[in-house]
């Protein structure tokens, strides 16, 4: 005979899936979001992705190139993600400096300097999301208003998000449906007609890139929707024993960072866990910390120190929550 057997380790299944694919599915994915927000906010929102993904990519090329002295892979298509990402979650009208500091700490801190993509704990992206929101909450917090290609990028009109108009009137004492008389409707609210980061904004668009990953097999539905699953039961629960002074379930699953990261930044492969159950754990981890910040806390924000958070538990998920090995024996 002269064909051979050739015995190795598991996995036994290949198929041609590569990083640099799944990278750019994310990124075609995303393409409906960064239409809805150059529709709304215009020049602002071309300026401010230009920045952040230039910034990513140079960041990457020069840290990998000079400093850990190895092949540049930003071809891979994950510092262009990052870049996009970072971009979705701050203001349109956000200074260009300010972005470019955002890309240096979401590449150099929160991915590089773990040994690049693969092995950070922590989602890049959210890491200077949430560096920059510490260190220039007033620019982080000036919110551009949708007023489409007549919006300045350096004298744009500002205002305050639904969220944070609903937490401002709440701590006042007013009640919900006064509140809501303030603020675009759920309607106006699914297709983005609201002031927010550019990513946050329109949920239809969001929705549209879900449903291309999952046709593309590229994430599972496992973590969107037990976050948004529990999202809208605790706040259900709170809006049933008191409407006037907490906001209904959609408000809230359409207004801030929820279905943006529910999406496409707690669903990424290096930060999530690896098995269904630690999918369901992580997501309802993110879902339950996410209303406690926005009931309790004093942001009225608080879907990315929620995934930040549970990021730093996905070890600890995949070392307790694993299949039964093939030929395990079972207790039963």
């Not at 190139?65 to 092949?71: A, C, I, T």
């Not at 982080?140 to 007023?147: A, F, G, I, Q």
């Amino acid at each position: 005979m002269n064909k051979t057997i050739t015995i190795s380790p598991s996995p036994h299944v290949y198929e041609d899936t590569t990083a640099k694919r799944l990278m750019f599915d994310v990124v075609i994915a995303m393409l409906p979001v960064l239409a809805f927000s150059i529709y709304f906010f215009g020049m602002g929102a071309i300026i401010v992705t230009l920045t952040a993904v230039v910034s990513c990519l140079a960041f990457e090329w020069l840290i990998q190139k000079f400093l850990l002295k190895q092949e540049p892979t930003i071809s891979d298509g994950s510092a262009l993600v990052t870049g996009i990402l970072l971009a979705f979650n701050v203001p349109a009208n956000l200074p260009i400096g300010i972005i470019i500091i955002g890309s240096l700490v979401a590449i150099g801190v929160g991915k590089m300097s773990f040994g690049g993509l693969g092995n950070n704990p922590f989602n890049p992206a959210l890491v200077g999301r949430v560096f920059l929101l510490i260190s220039f909450p007033v620019q982080m917090t000036s919110w551009s208003m949708p007023t489409g290609f007549s919006n300045s990028y350096t004298d744009a009109i500002t205002g305050a998000t639904p969220l944070g108009v609903m937490k401002e009137g709440i701590g006042a004492g007013e009640s919900v449906s006064a509140i809501m008389d303030k603020i675009p409707s759920h309607m106006e609210l699914f297709y983005g007609h609201m002031g927010g980061s550019m990513g946050e904004i329109a949920a239809l668009a969001i929705m549209i890139g879900f449903a291309y990953l999952l046709i593309r097999k590229v994430i599972t539905w496992h973590i969107p929707v037990s976050i948004i699953a529990t999202i809208t039961i605790f706040t259900g629960i709170l809006w049933l024993a008191n409407p006037e002074a907490n906001a209904d379930p959609l408000f809230h699953l359409l207004t801030g960072g929820v279905m943006l990261g529910a999406v496409f930044m707690a669903t990424d492969y290096v930060t999530s866990p690896m098995s269904v159950k630690g999918m369901w754990i992580f997501g309802i981890g993110i879902g339950v910390i996410t209303v406690l910040i926005r009931v309790y806390g004093s942001y009225p924000e608080g879907v990315s120190f929620a995934i930040l958070i549970m990021n730093a538990f996905v070890p600890l998920i995949n070392s307790y929550i694993k299949p039964k090995r093939f030929g395990e024996l079972r207790n039963d």
